[in-house]
């Protein structure tokens, strides 16, 4: 019996002594680590990466400034101004100028021929403030080109009058106070011109349609509110207005 003890007690601690050694025995590497080659190579390629990229972005910072010199070149190539030499019969007069190609008949009119008459409202030929005549037809000078009216017959607010003799529109406005601060009045005298030109031609109106007087209209209230429409008085001098327009067609008829 204590044989068999002392057996069973000797095989424990072999036993023990077994689970001992195991247990600061080195471990070893799970199935799918790297090897210390691959590990190496992969430390290659990021140090590879890194350099390349350093190298990459040293060279477009360098660029850059150039790039951006090329860009600047070419921009101001496109803005260039380029001119062009016109003659302009304005009231009349022929007048030779040099302008850049996109030099508006506003601007030239104002800027280049100090004919101020003619105003500059919006710009983009909804109020009517620059309207002068164009071979005899209104339009808006701030969208037309210079360049576009050479060779045509320009009357502006300056050319309306004969000396000292107002054109019967101008008189009309006096007379029925068509205006208030004057700004618009210069493009609406202008186009008031015009207007009675167009009835005379017989050119009809969408009140012309609406009425059904498509043979000679006649001037109505209706018919000149209509005809002048495309010129806005901010100081809604309209009736007046209207008073001027009928007035001074009755004097032309008469």
Do not use: W
Not at 120 to 141: F, I, M
Not at 163 to 169: S, T
């Amino acid at each position: 019996m204590s044989t068999l003890l002392s057996e069973t007690s000797g095989t424990k601690e072999l036993q023990q002594q077994d689970n001992l050694h195991q247990s600061h025995a080195p471990c070893e590497a799970p199935p799918d680590a790297p090897s210390p080659d691959t590990l190496s190579d992969l430390e290659f390629s990021r140090r590879t990466f890194v350099k390349t990229a350093g190298i990459l972005s040293a060279g477009v910072a360098s660029g850059l400034p150039r790039v951006a010199a090329a860009e600047k070149a070419r921009v101001a190539a496109a803005t260039a101004p380029q001119t062009i030499s016109l003659a302009l019969k304005i009231n009349g007069k022929q007048h030779a100028l040099t302008v850049d190609t996109r030099t508006t008949l506003l601007d030239a009119l104002r800027e280049y021929l100090s004919l101020t008459g003619t105003k500059k409202g919006c710009d983009h030929g909804q109020c009517g403030a620059c309207t002068v005549l164009v071979d005899g037809r209104r339009v808006n000078s701030c969208l037309t080109l210079a360049a576009v009216a050479q060779g045509s017959e320009i009357t502006t607010i300056e050319g309306l009058a004969h000396g000292d003799e107002l054109h019967p529109v101008q008189a009309a406005f006096l007379e029925h106070d068509g205006f208030q601060c004057g700004y618009c009045t210069p493009g609406q005298i202008c186009s008031a011109v015009a207007l009675l030109e167009e009835c005379r031609r017989g050119d009809l109106s969408q009140v012309s349609f609406q009425t059904g007087q498509t043979t000679s209209p006649q001037l109505s209230d209706n018919e000149i509110r209509e005809r002048m429409s495309g010129n806005i008085c901010r100081c809604a001098a309209y009736p007046n207005i209207i008073a001027a327009v009928r007035a001074a067609a009755q004097g032309a008829r008469s």
